[in-house]
């Protein structure tokens, strides 16, 4: 949801100049950001385990970063494929589970069935989004339509990041979480419904 108000502004003023330099001067590929982005979340999930929040914070931040800049830097060079789209979604979905891996290694004993649940959402919720993505005509920029929804993945790192710096308020924030992604997974189901009977 948020995504849409703020990628313009954010690709102007910070992805494009970033990919300029990443291509021109390092020659950065889309799939090295990929990587990249998988191993900061590791990393970040390692300090979420064990208290450190701000460490935790700036590479889920690094993570989610590395993330946008590898689909933005193939769609600049031309190089987007397939693999390029099925290893980006893999990716994103293995930093999703191992965040949630962090937060049930922080206090398993409290919140092992809300992690299992985020687990549940987040598996709805993708798989929603998905299916739809292949019966829907892609007319957007990126290789297959999106369809977007009230919680994407800005709005689950703002989660993760509240639920890193509140840890006392981590039973609220992932209760609503799954609450929200479940409903964004509904809604897309709805809206999906709607336009297939239209047909």
């Not at 700036?58 to 590898?70: F, K, Q, T």
Request: one cysteine or more; proline letters at 3%; charged letters at 15%.
């Amino acid at each position: 949801m948020l995504e849409a108000y703020i990628r313009p502004t954010f690709d102007r003023i910070i992805a494009n100049p970033i990919n300029r330099q990443l291509a021109k001067r390092w020659s950065v590929e889309p799939i090295h950001l990929t990587i990249l982005a998988v191993v900061l979340g590791m990393v970040a999930s390692f300090c979420i385990a064990v208290g450190w929040r701000w460490g935790a914070v700036g590479l889920l931040l690094a993570s989610g970063l590395c993330d946008v800049l590898d689909g933005h830097l193939s769609r600049e060079l031309g190089t987007d494929s397939p693999m390029g789209s099925l290893l980006d979604i893999m990716g994103d979905r293995l930093v999703e589970f191992i965040i949630v891996l962090g937060f049930y290694a922080y206090a398993p004993a409290v919140r092992s069935l809300l992690c299992l649940l985020m687990l549940g959402s987040i598996l709805l919720c993708i798989t929603s989004f998905l299916v739809v993505g292949i019966y829907s005509v892609n007319n957007g920029e990126k290789s297959f339509h999106y369809s977007s929804g009230l919680m994407e993945r800005a709005e689950a790192f703002i989660f993760f990041i509240a639920m890193i710096v509140w840890p006392q308020y981590f039973t609220i924030l992932a209760t609503l979480f799954v609450i929200l992604v479940l409903l964004t997974a509904a809604h897309r189901v709805w809206q999906f419904g709607v336009k297939v009977n239209k047909l």
